[in-house]
Structures are given as C-alpha cells and as structure tokens.
C-alpha cells in the first residue's frame, strides 16, 4: 500500500516537479457544471478544466498588454520597416 | 442549401494577413465569408514563427516586436479557430505519404507538398499561396490535381462567382 506522501510524491514528479496546490471553494452549481465537462470527456478532471479556464485569463491579460487590436493595426505597424526579406520564406533555389 | 467550397490557405497566404505591405483582400475575404471554409495545417504555425524569427535574425525587426508579433498572430488565430473561421489540421500519416508521391511527381520542396497534400486530402477546391509560390506552383499543379491554385494578389471577384 502507497502512503500518502508517496502518491503525492509522485502526482507532484509526474506534473514537472514544481507543481503548487491550492484548494478552491465553489458552489454546487459551479461543482456540478465542473464535473459534468468532465463527465462529457471536455477535461480529464475538474483541476484540468479549471487551468483551462486559468490559461484564458493569463491569455487574455497578455493580449491586453499587445499595441495592436486588430490585423489592419498589425499590418499598418510593420509596413513601416525597411523589408529585408519577401514573403514568409526567403526566395532561394535549390540544385535540381 | 448554401454552397460551400473548401479552400486552403498556405502559410504564406496566411502571413499576408498579419504582415504584407499589400493586403490581400482575398484572404480577409475567405476569413469572413461563411461559404468558405478555411483550412491549413498546423505546421503553418511552425513557419510563421520562423518567418517571425528570420526577420529578427535580420534586424528587420526587434526581438520584442517578434514576440508581440508571435503572441498576436498566436491569439488571432486562436480566436478565428473557436469561431470555426479556420481549421488547423494536425499532420497525418497520409498526408506525409501523399507529400512524399507529390515531390516525387512535382519536384517541390518538403513544405509545398505537404502543405498540397493536406489539402487534396481535406478536398479543398482552392489552394492559395503568395505570388512567390504560386509562379512555383501553378503550371505544375493546376494540370494534373483537381485544384485551382490562387494567388494572394488575386481579387475575391472570380471566388465570389464560384459561390453562385
């Protein structure tokens, strides 16, 4: 029989080693949405769908820090920059 | 029932997006039209980012415009997969088997044809890739496969008449 420790001993190596454990109080309601994306196979557990929803928010904050909101702004920025290069890939022949 | 083609965009069409000096008025066209359903590969991805790095490598830009720029590009296209605007395909075996038979018969590069053979699998009609690669591709292509390459430069008119 795993001790405790052991089994999370190895939950913690098996995530990378440097996994940090916070616990979350939620309501039934939000328990039960939870487990029902688990149920429908969206996540593999509700610590899994919760850093789902996490990885959003760290997504979004980042994207708010970006100077340009849409492509147009993108493109307007870059067609300033002298081009030292065309198209994605530089033109180049191969030796048949 | 509303007509619907499947048309592939190569990482080069899809840098034109974000990048380009000229707009391409097609692709900002196929992104937004529900008639079209936009698919590429997920190595598309992969080039964008080297595009991204080469340029830095060649100060054309600096190393924090690059990474803005890969988290922006990173993020759209995020966004243009949830709304179902593009499909990213993963790389199967098939479509390396089928790029394998396309340089054998085309004399392409490793990249064009699996990027050709994802789209011959997935059945697309229209296959749209940058001036650069559509004078590559063309007259070799357009002959023998049941697909219409497009030039980036192209306007969406022809398009608009196939969805009639």
């Known amino acids: ?13 098996k995530a990378g080693g440097s996994m940090e454990v916070a616990s979350v109080r939620l309501t039934k309601e939000e328990k039960k949405f939870l ?13 899994e769908a919760l850093k789902a929803g996490i990885y959003e928010l760290m997504q979004e904050e980042r994207l708010a820090k970006l100077p340009w909101k849409t492509r147009s702004e993108v493109r307007r920025y870059f067609a300033k920059k002298e081009r030292k290069l065309q198209g994605l890939e530089e033109i180049h022949d191969e030796d048949d | 029932m ?4 499947n048309c592939y965009l190569e990482s080069s069409s899809i840098w034109n ?15 937004e039209n ?24 060649q100060k054309e830009i600096t190393n924090e415009e690059g990474n803005l720029l890969q988290l922006f590009i ?13 499909l990213l395909e ?6 390396i088997e089928r790029a394998k038979k396309i340089i054998q018969q085309y004399n392409l590069y490793a990249s064009d044809a699996l990027h050709l053979a994802t789209a011959l699998n997935k059945k697309c009609e229209i296959f749209i890739v940058d001036d650069y ?18 030039s980036t430069s192209k306007t969406p008119e022809e398009l608009k008449k196939k969805l009639q």
Do not use: P
């Open chain 2, 2 to 5: 509303m007509k619907t083609i």
């Open chain 2, 17 to 31: 997006l974000y990048y380009e000096e000229n707009e391409s008025s097609l692709i900002e066209y196929c992104i």
């Open chain 2, 133 to 150: 690669h559509f004078t590559r591709l063309e007259e070799k292509v357009t002959k023998n496969e049941k697909i219409t390459i497009y």
């Open chain 2, 34 to 57: 529900e008639q079209i359903i936009c698919i590429s590969s997920i190595w598309t991805t992969l080039e964008i980012a080297r595009g991204i790095k080469k340029r830095v490598n």
């Open chain 1, 1 to 13: 029989m795993f001790t405790k420790e052991y089994i999370v001993y190895r939950a913690v190596n």
């Open chain 2, 90 to 95: 993963n790389i199967k075996e098939e479509d």
């Open chain 1, 35 to 47: 487990e029902e994306l688990v149920i429908k196979g969206k996540y593999s557990s509700i610590s």
């Open chain 2, 74 to 86: 990173e993020a759209d296209l995020e966004k243009l997969r949830k709304k179902r605007r593009i």
